[in-house]
Nanobody, 122 residues
Framework: QVQLVESGGGLVQAGGSLRLSCTAS????????MGWFRQAPGKEREFVGR????????YYADSVKGRFTISRDNAKNWVSLQMNSLRPEDTAVYYC???????????????WGMGTQVTVSS
C-alpha cells in the first residue's frame, strides 16, 4: 500500500505560478512511477504528466508542456508539480498517483491521493 497526500493548491491569477507537492508513505516510493492528473468540474480526469522511478524521464500532456515541470526526491518520498504561466483553463482538482509502469492512462495507476484544488482567475 502507498498513501499519497497532495498539498500546495490555491487561488492564483492568470500568469502566476504554483507548486504542488505529493508526499508518499508506505511501500518503497522509488518502486513507483508517479503521475499527475487533474479533473475540472463536469470533465473527466485527464493526464497532466508523469515521471519515471528514478526521475530521469518525464512526459507531459501537450496542454501543459513547457509550462509544468515534475520532479521527485526518492529520499524524501516526495514528488512535485511546478506550474508556471497558469491559465484559467488549468483550474481543476489535481491528483498525484503511483504506478508500477510508465503510463499516461489513469487506469494504470493503483494508488491515488485525495487531490488539491487549483483555481486560476482571469
Amino acid at each position: 500500500q502507498v498513501q499519497l497526500v497532495e498539498s500546495g493548491g490555491g487561488l492564483v491569477q492568470a500568469g502566476g505560478s504554483l507548486r504542488l507537492s505529493c508526499t508518499a508513505s508506505g511501500r518503497a516510493f522509488s518502486n513507483y512511477a508517479m503521475g499527475w492528473f487533474r479533473q475540472a468540474p463536469g470533465k473527466e480526469r485527464e493526464f497532466v504528466g508523469r515521471i519515471s522511478w528514478s526521475g530521469g524521464s518525464t512526459y507531459y500532456a501537450d496542454s501543459v508542456k513547457g509550462r509544468f515541470t515534475i520532479s521527485r526526491d526518492n529520499a524524501k518520498n516526495w514528488v512535485s508539480l511546478q506550474m508556471n504561466s497558469l491559465r484559467p483553463e488549468d483550474t481543476a482538482v489535481y491528483y498525484c498517483a503511483a504506478s508500477t509502469i510508465q503510463t499516461s492512462s489513469r487506469n494504470g495507476y493503483m494508488y491515488w491521493g485525495m487531490g488539491t484544488q487549483v483555481t486560476v482567475s482571469s
